[in-house]
Every structure is written in structure tokens, then in C-alpha cells.
């Protein structure tokens, strides 16, 4: 039924949770994953007043804090794969809004599927969906498997 599933990654435990739920679930389909982590965009700290210094350097640190972020969640998720003999890819970028990066990727890479943890790293109301995973529920169309642990 499914041939190519999106599962975005952010290292929050219930992330990791619905990746390991996400390799068994394709590994029954026979399908192929695309891992997806969104990077989050160099925001300058908001600071007033006379005499702020900003290190020159502190895009570039950031930049590269986030790329080995990025780099370590994905590998995490790929490892879960390669263990279960799952096909998989994984893509990352940096967007301000990881609901439409999730869109984005799952529609470049053709996925027929987005499987996420109901939850991410910003917080869990343990009855409510969050905010990222929402959003992608309301605004995607293709299916949305949202992943909680019980």
C-alpha cells in the first residue's frame, strides 16, 4: 500500500519511539523511509542597549552545531533501519517552520506517507496533539499516521 514514508526525526524520546515504530512499519510494507530533521534558521539574540557585542563567528558556530545536530539525529534513525534491513534516505534543511519542511519533504521525495510522534520537543499536554504535528495533520494531503506511545 505505502512505498515511501516521510518520519521526521527530533531527538525527543517519543521522536525515537515513533522512529523504531516507523522501521517495523515499513519493513511489514515493504517500504522505503525517508528520515527528515528540520534545522532551525540563526535567529541574533534580541538585545538592547549600549555596548552589545555579538561574536562574529556565532552564525557560523550555530551553523555548524546544527549541522552535527542534524547529522547525529538522522544517523541515530538510519541505524534503526539499516538494523531492520529498512530501505531508507534521509534529507534535512533548514526551515523556520518545521510543519511546512516536513510537507515539503515528504512532497519532494514522493512519500505516500508521513508517519510522526504525536509530540515533539516543545512540550507535551498530555491530550493534545502538538503544535508541529497538528499543523501537518490540517494543512497536508497526503495520510498522516501520528505515532503515540501508550
Same mark, same amino acid.
Given at each position: +500500500?505505502?512505498?515511501?514514508?516521510?518520519?521526521?526525526?527530533?531527538?525527543?524520546?517519543?521522536?525515537?519511539?515513533?522512529?523504531?515504530?516507523?522501521?517495523?512499519?515499513?519493513?511489514? /510494507?515493504?517500504?522505503?523511509?525517508?528520515?527528515?530533521? /528540520?534545522?532551525? /534558521?540563526?535567529?541574533?539574540?534580541?538585545? @538592547?542597549?549600549?555596548?552589545?557585542? +555579538?561574536?562574529?563567528?556565532?552564525?557560523?558556530?550555530? /551553523?555548524?552545531?546544527?549541522?552535527?545536530?542534524?547529522?547525529?539525529?538522522?544517523?541515530?534513525?538510519?541505524?534503526?533501519?539499516? @538494523?531492520?534491513?529498512?530501505?531508507?534516505?534521509?534529507?534535512?534543511?533548514?526551515?523556520?517552520?518545521?510543519?511546512?519542511?516536513?510537507?515539503?519533504?515528504?512532497?519532494?521525495?514522493?512519500?505516500?506517507?508521513?508517519?510522526?510522534?504525536?509530540?515533539?520537543?516543545?512540550?507535551?499536554?498530555?491530550?493534545?496533539?502538538?503544535?508541529?504535528?497538528?499543523?501537518?495533520?490540517?494543512?497536508?494531503?497526503?495520510?498522516?499516521?501520528?505515532?503515540?506511545?501508550?
Amino acid at each position: +500500500m505505502f512505498k515511501q514514508i516521510l518520519v521526521p526525526v527530533d531527538g525527543s524520546e517519543l521522536s525515537i519511539a515513533a522512529v523504531k515504530r516507523a522501521v517495523k512499519f515499513a519493513k511489514e /510494507a515493504k517500504a522505503q523511509i525517508t528520515f527528515y530533521h /528540520a534545522q532551525p /534558521a540563526f535567529v541574533p539574540p534580541l538585545l @538592547a542597549g549600549e555596548g552589545v557585542i +555579538m561574536d562574529a563567528g556565532a552564525q557560523q558556530m550555530f /551553523a555548524e552545531s546544527r549541522e552535527k545536530e542534524a547529522k547525529h539525529l538522522l544517523k541515530t534513525a538510519t541505524d534503526h533501519a539499516d @538494523a531492520e534491513g529498512v530501505k531508507h534516505n534521509d534529507v534535512t534543511d533548514i526551515h523556520d517552520a518545521p510543519w511546512q519542511g516536513i510537507i515539503e519533504a515528504a512532497k519532494k521525495n514522493s512519500c505516500d506517507l508521513i508517519f510522526m510522534s504525536s509530540h515533539g520537543r516543545r512540550g507535551v499536554a498530555s491530550l493534545l496533539l502538538g503544535s508541529e504535528t497538528q499543523k501537518v495533520l490540517t494543512h497536508c494531503k497526503i495520510p498522516v499516521l501520528v505515532f503515540r506511545e501508550s
